[in-house]
């Protein structure tokens, strides 16, 4: 079902899509999307969304369980607080992405913002996942107590940009960042620490970014050919020495 | 305590030797931190400033020149509805029938205006937050889910379960939300004003893990701030974000702590589109905070309250959203005060775990809890028959429903309604001409 976004309020245009699913529809495709917020908010199932245009704020937070295609840029919070689904942007993303993701995959074909995956969290068979083929901002992934992010930097050749901002994974209790590339320690948060790739590490990231090419239509094999950092927890209680009681 | 006063306990006379600035307490923290070089925990409320403006409030009684009513004679109104109240109404003629025009917000029905405070199940056992579910079902007002989501078996207690969304997001998903009788969005509390919380991962049980959705073992950090709200704007982003996850049915609240800006910041957070807002007070209590910052940071809830109620009513906006108040509600005369001070009602956290038997000894964070409220240890925790504590807390509530009434009826008032922001019912004693300002209060005897 085609839905036209227009210069429509999001309320009305969140409206709009509510009653299509409740009448049906399975797939939905936004056109026209003109910085409406939360779109997909705290949709579950097997949904179908793709989106023309530049949707709002929060798109897809709460979410559990649809796919939701982006064919343009997206702006703050995507993802935040989602429970599982797919989000898959073909242009750029801001700030806040994945922000205490719980499950599900999101994958940025170009740059995203600052704060991106704070405080990602892991519990059992759900472990977020956040690819982007671009560069980050600073804050990536502090707080992260689960999950996996990779970031691959692949318009970056020149390096006219860092491929990382400052103050990665502040506070890091859990999960890990894999980058394509060399990440200088004076990056890191306190909490984090680089680790050697280890096979696990390998096949991990072959497996994301096998999903993660098939949906862009990239070629594994140059992806990979540059060899990947991972950063992780140097401790799974950071904080542990820095309470006592009265 | 000894229940039959059996047994008298005395404290071991110390072996330091008096000061009267350097207390035993003060000299044992130093020891402290000096052997351990860490920020030191406490339990429960504020604890070096013992005036509570509270008590130096009177209320107004009835006498000669208009009549008491009595309440056990005629019916007096504690009813209460929170969220927003449109400015005014308007009606259609439809046939025969008249039709409301106006579109109302989704409000909160409580039958009495004191509500059970936010406490998570990890701070709390869960025989503990069960019997403060099964005691807001009983008497028709609401308790909350705390950061930390909600175990499956308070789920059929969700109608009267305010859930909390803080900056942990712990256990926080579309099912979570839809369930509540409202959301709350918790930015402060009055314990520990503007900082998070570390429950240590050796609390992180198996069905804790479950509701957190976290490993277990792993420390549940609730960082200072919420990582998507660093203004008003974006506070107003979660709101309505919330409002879309419920589909524009259930009122959002949202919980800050009383600090020195209270009034602008409440009125910016009605602006947000708050449906109610919960201003804790610095003499809140908690499972555990750094004592520095519950000794020492935010202001009392009687001022916080008035400045707020005030502020709102000079913006012409108090209607758009009600006025919880917390931190040290202890009975049902600061129940009164605090609704003739502007709170559409209160929330109470100690006082109803002292109802489940809590003799506030101090020790929550230890998770040791001997009356199997604030611990996991299941030994401890059998100690706890929910539905022997959800009465128990029931008939507290019972009881200051009908104080509630006596003291309406007294001062001639047959609705709470009629006593919320009427400070001309109200006199203080032994207060300063600033505070009395700020009260908007007259001294007893003018």
């Known amino acids: ?246 | 305590m000894c229940p039959e006063d059996a047994i008298t306990l005395h404290r071991t006379p110390s072996v330091m030797s008096a000061h009267p600035v350097w207390t035993e307490n003060a000299r044992r923290d130093v020891f402290t931190q000096a052997r351990t070089g860490a920020v030191l925990l406490a339990s429960t409320g504020n604890e070096l400033h013992e005036r509570i403006i509270f008590d130096n409030l009177l209320l107004d009684a009835c006498q000669v020149t208009n009549p008491a009513i009595d309440p056990l004679r005629e019916p007096i109104e504690l009813r209460t509805y929170i969220g927003k109240k449109p400015r005014s109404v308007e009606f259609e003629a439809v046939g025969n029938d008249i039709k409301l025009k106006t579109e109302l917000s989704p409000t909160l029905k409580l039958e009495i205006p004191v509500m059970i405070a936010q406490m998570s199940y990890g701070a709390l056992s869960l025989e503990a937050h069960e019997a403060l579910a099964r005691a807001a079902v009983m008497s028709g007002t609401t308790m909350g889910s705390g950061e930390g989501g909600l175990h499956k078996k308070l789920y059929p207690y969700a109608d009267h379960i305010i859930v909390q969304v803080a900056s942990g997001r712990f256990g926080v998903h579309p099912a979570y939300l839809q369930a509540g009788a409202a959301v709350e969005i918790k930015i402060g509390q009055g314990a520990k004003p503007g900082i998070g919380g570390h429950l240590p991962g050796i609390k992180i049980t198996d069905e804790i893990s479950e509701t957190r959705m976290i490993p277990v073992g792993t420390d549940a950090i609730s960082p200072a701030p919420h990582h998507d709200i660093y203004s008003i704007e974006d506070l107003a982003q979660l709101v309505n974000s919330l409002k879309e996850a419920t589909r524009y049915k259930k009122p959002i609240f949202v919980k800050i702590a009383a600090v020195h800006n209270v009034a602008a910041i409440s009125s910016g957070v009605c602006r947000a589109g708050a449906d109610a807002i919960v201003i804790d007070g610095f003499r809140a209590g908690t499972g555990a905070t750094p004592k520095v910052i519950r000794d020492n940071v935010g202001i009392p809830i009687e001022l916080a309250l008035a400045v707020v109620d005030q502020r709102l009513r000079e913006e012409g906006i108090r209607n758009e959203t009600s006025l919880i108040a917390s931190g040290t509600i202890r009975n049902s005369g600061d129940v009164a005060k605090a609704i003739a001070l502007g709170a559409d009602a209160v929330k109470i956290g100690t006082a109803a775990l002292i109802a489940l038997g809590c003799t506030v000894c101090k020790r929550c964070y230890t998770g040791r809890c001997a009356w199997g409220i604030t611990t996991q240890d299941p030994k401890l925790r059998s100690r706890l028959d929910p539905e022997a504590g959800a009465r128990r807390v029931s008939n507290l509530l019972l009881a200051w429903s009908i104080e509630l009434k006596e003291i309406l009826g007294a001062a001639g008032i047959n609705s709470i309604e009629s006593l919320r922001g009427n400070r001309d019912r109200l006199r203080g004693y032994g207060l300063d001409h600033t505070t009395l300002d700020i009260l908007g209060i007259q001294p007893a005897g003018r």
């Open chain 1, 1 to 246: 079902m085609r839905i036209v976004a227009n210069y429509k309020h999001f309320k009305v245009l969140n409206e709009e899509i509510q009653q299509a699913i409740k009448n049906g529809a399975a797939q939905l495709t936004l056109e026209d999307v003109n910085g409406q917020s939360f779109i997909a908010n705290s949709l579950r199932g097997k949904l179908k969304i793709d989106i023309y245009g530049t949707p709002g704020n929060d798109l897809a937070m709460f979410m559990d369980g649809p796919k939701v295609t982006v064919f343009g840029n997206a702006q703050d919070g995507v993802g935040n607080t989602m429970s599982s689904g797919t989000i898959v942007i073909h242009g750029d993303a801001r700030d806040i992405l994945g922000h205490s993701m719980r499950g599900g995959k999101i994958f940025v074909r170009g740059d995203v913002g600052y704060r991106v995956g704070i405080h990602m969290k892991t519990y059992k068979s759900n472990v977020p996942i956040i690819v982007a083929g671009g560069c980050a901002g600073d804050f990536l992934g502090e707080y992260m107590a689960g999950g996996i992010i990779i970031i691959l930097g692949l318009h970056n050749a020149a390096k006219k940009i860092d491929l990382l901002g400052d103050w990665v994974a502040t506070g890091q209790h859990g999960g890990a960042i894999y980058v394509r590339g060399e990440v200088d320690d004076s990056k890191l948060g306190d909490g984090a620490a680089q680790f050697p790739m280890t096979a696990d590490d390998e096949m991990i990231v072959k497996k994301v970014l096998t999903e993660y090419c098939s949906e862009f239509s990239l070629s594994l094999e140059r992806v990979l050919e540059t060899e990947f950092k991972k950063i992780a927890p140097g401790s799974l209680r950071p904080y542990a020495a820095l309470y006592t009681c009265e």
